[in-house]
């Protein structure tokens, strides 16, 4: 019995904080919520009442761990889990250790110095501010690529010995592929080469899934090639790898991959090789071997003196289609060049006029200079003849429609192309060997040493143009700025012709537009322009003396 005023204890919990309905405040459904301790873990916090005064995750508890007992470290009664309750095993779990393989010694030195108590549901909160033992997703997923980045390079066992062939009988794909190509001899020579394409892939960005078209057609043309080979592991001749192209596989991968294993044996002649024979098959045998003297140090360059770089194949052509006419025409009357005189020179010379003429004169004096440095002949016939500065043709603008759809399209990558030529007339050159790094807190450094300040136009498309470059090839090892869908995968950069195709039109005329028109607006002042575009002076002279030329006043821009 309770005394008169005195409340009764709670029939349910016992408080003597006594509501209504014998219930206290804190059993009773309907009596306001309060903030409260729980009565496990001591967690402050509210909505304790309608869970019997326990927080969520001691409900929880209560439900996974029946057994109810006196804890070794605490000494409160309440449920255990290997001797001990929530409470301290929560003070290890704020440290970051994981909840599995827990020594009785670790979970008693985590409660040594006492419990932290936290607020109702916070406890994940309060962890995620703490030193992590156990890596995230993100970091597991980094150590992963890091393993992988310095995993060693397979290592391909060399031929120790290599038979020689009776016979080379050229090997027919297509037919094979039609009877059931032979499987390899040495598996672990193609598991070895499979793993280095895959790790080699990976460094370029390549597709390296297993299921994926390219990685398949990839691993088997290598397969293939290893099988067909007489020598098990001896290098592959380029010329055997283009036969792949008869059962519709792509070799030019497969050929990366050959010779960045050391298993490639380039024996491709270039396709200048066979057309310089075919010029000069007519010509009589001495005058072709001084010409094919010329042509290897043209092409290959010259070590020891008299020294000389390679040229590009596509001056050595024009020069030989310059000098070919009139050294078919001396073919006619002399056996070798160390007999053609001055004079033959300019007789030969007499039937031509403007260009024409000069570039006959620079393809003779090109052979004759460097036969005669390297004493193939005594003379050189062409010195000392001058037919006068050749006539330039002078730049014309162009018309501003295919410029502006070039620097309007919703291509970003043709919006960044036409909008660096617009705004700053780069060299086709300059734009194509332009990386990555040189593009920094918008501007741009070019190859001749200029540090460009890019306009907002021109940086707002060169950001659009890197995250679609970014999300279509995130992993490629290009550092050039601009790639293709053949280039991504490798680490060359694009050709000019990718440039001129897409922009719609020529990259070169682009930029003698823009220089022109930069010439009208600084009223033909050449060392501006030499500022603005990188030009020497006579480059420079060739736009201001235009400036009053008739069609450029007739046109559209």
């Given at each position: 019995?309770c005394?008169?005023?005195?409340p ?41 009442r ?25 000494r ?47 406890e ?42 009776l ?14 190509l ?24 390549w ?71 075919r ?30 770089r ?24 002399s ?21 024409r ?9 090109a ?5 005669k ?13 001058s ?60 190859g ?22 970014a ?23 694009v ?30 002042d ?8 990188g ?23």
């Amino acid at each position: 019995m309770c005394e008169p005023g005195e409340p009764p204890p709670c029939r349910r919990c016992g408080s003597l904080e006594y509501y209504s309905a014998g219930l206290c405040q804190t059993c009773h459904h309907f009596a306001p919520d309060r903030a409260t301790s729980c009565r496990d873990c001591l967690a402050w916090g509210l909505g304790y009442r309608r869970r019997a005064g326990l927080c969520l995750g001691c409900v929880t508890w209560r439900k996974g761990h029946p057994e109810h007992g006196r804890c070794s470290l605490c000494r409160l009664e309440l449920h255990l889990r290997d001797g001990a309750c929530r409470l301290c095993w929560r003070q290890l779990w704020l440290t970051g250790r994981p909840r599995k393989d827990v020594a009785p010694d670790e979970l008693a030195a985590a409660n040594r110095h006492g419990q932290q108590l936290a607020l109702g549901g916070l406890e994940k909160s309060l962890r995620r501010h703490l030193p992590r033992q156990r890596p995230s997703f993100k970091d597991a997923r980094c150590a992963r690529q890091k393993a992988q980045a310095t995993r060693p390079v397979p290592v391909i066992p060399p031929v120790r010995a290599r038979a020689l062939l009776l016979f080379n009988m050229p090997r027919d794909l297509a037919a094979g592929a039609r009877a059931g190509l032979p499987e390899p001899a040495d598996e672990d020579l193609v598991e070895a080469v499979d793993a280095f394409a895959r790790d080699y892939g990976r460094r370029h960005g390549w597709p390296t899934d297993r299921h994926h078209a390219a990685a398949f057609t990839l691993r088997r043309g290598l397969r293939i090639l290893l099988a067909t080979q007489d020598v098990p592991g001896a290098p592959i001749k380029a010329s055997e790898a283009a036969r792949l192209n008869d059962i519709r596989l792509p070799f030019g991968p497969v050929l990366d991959v050959l010779a960045a294993a050391g298993l490639l044996d380039d024996d491709r002649v270039p396709a200048i090789v066979p057309w310089f024979e075919r010029k000069t098959a007519g010509l009589p045998d001495p005058m072709a071997e001084e010409l094919r003297t010329w042509f290897d140090i043209a092409r290959l360059g010259h070590a020891t003196a008299p020294r000389s770089r390679p040229r590009p194949e596509q001056t050595i052509r024009l020069l030989l289609y310059g000098a070919l006419p009139v050294l078919q025409s001396w073919a006619a009357s002399s056996d070798s060049l160390r007999s053609i005189s001055r004079q033959d020179v300019k007789v030969a010379l007499a039937p031509y006029e403007g260009d024409r003429a000069h570039s006959v004169l620079q393809g003779l004096r090109a052979v004759f200079r460097t036969l005669k440095a390297h004493k193939v002949v005594f003379t050189d016939p062409t010195s000392r003849i001058s037919l006068g500065t050749p006539a330039s043709e002078p730049p014309l603008p162009l018309a501003l429609d295919p410029l502006l759809a070039a620097v309007h399209s919703p291509d970003p990558t043709r919006a960044a192309l036409g909008s660096l030529l617009a705004f700053h007339a780069l060299r086709p050159a300059q734009l194509r060997a332009l990386l990555v790094t040189d593009l920094a807190d918008g501007r741009l450094r070019v190859g001749d040493g200029r540090v460009i300040l890019l306009a907002a136009e021109v940086r707002h498309r060169l950001h659009a143009y890197l995250a679609e470059r970014a999300r279509r090839w995130p992993s490629t090892a290009n550092p050039h700025l601009f790639v293709s869908q053949f280039t991504a995968l490798r680490t060359r950069q694009v050709t000019g012709t990718w440039v001129n195709q897409t922009l719609g039109l020529s990259a070169q005329a682009i930029r003698e537009d823009r220089i022109l028109d930069e010439a009208l607006a600084a009223a033909g002042d050449p060392r501006r322009l030499c500022d603005l575009f990188g030009l020497t002076v006579d480059g420079a002279q060739r736009y201001t003396s235009a400036l009053g030329h008739t069609d450029l006043n007739e046109s559209p821009s």
